[in-house]
């Protein structure tokens, strides 16, 4: 079973940067290459959303339209790590920031990774508040 801790969250001013991360384990059967990873946030009253992916086996990146040009997320595969760099940070993405993983999807991540139940394993959030 694939565990994922999410962390680097915290209180940051609007205009500031976060760095979280997300460190995978549990490979038993499949390796961390085989995996995409995404970061999802859902803020209170809202349904959770998707705000990037990475393919661990090719660097395949998505973002969400409102955080590209901003957000950037990388895997570091030798630490079965996924970073989530945030960049210039408004109150609107205050949220709680959680990591998932999956890899029975295939090429239809392309059209899928957007959607917290294509991915079955869960981190438990970590806290990203921005004030103003």
């Known amino acids: 079973e694939v565990q994922l801790v999410e962390s680097g969250g915290g209180l940051v001013q609007a205009g500031g940067s976060l760095r979280l991360s997300c460190a995978a384990s549990?490979?038993?059967?499949?390796?961390?290459?085989?995996?995409?990873i995404a970061w999802f946030r859902q803020a209170p009253g809202k349904e959770r959303e998707g705000v990037a992916c990475?393919?661990?086996?090719?660097?395949?990146?998505y973002y969400e339209d409102s955080v590209k040009g901003r957000f950037t997320i990388s895997s570091d595969n030798a630490k079965n790590t996924v970073y989530l760099q945030m960049n210039s940070l408004t109150p609107e993405d205050t949220a709680v920031y959680y990591c998932?993983?999956?890899?029975?999807?295939?090429?239809?991540?392309?059209?899928?990774?957007?959607?917290?139940?294509?991915?079955?394993?869960w981190g438990q959030g970590t806290q990203v508040t921005v004030s103003s």
């Open positions: 998932a993983a999956d890899r029975r999807w295939g090429n239809l991540y392309d059209d899928v990774w957007h959607k917290a139940g294509v991915f079955a394993s």
């Open positions: 549990g490979f038993t059967f499949f390796p961390f290459e085989d995996y995409h």
């Open positions: 990475i393919s661990a086996s090719d660097g395949t990146t």
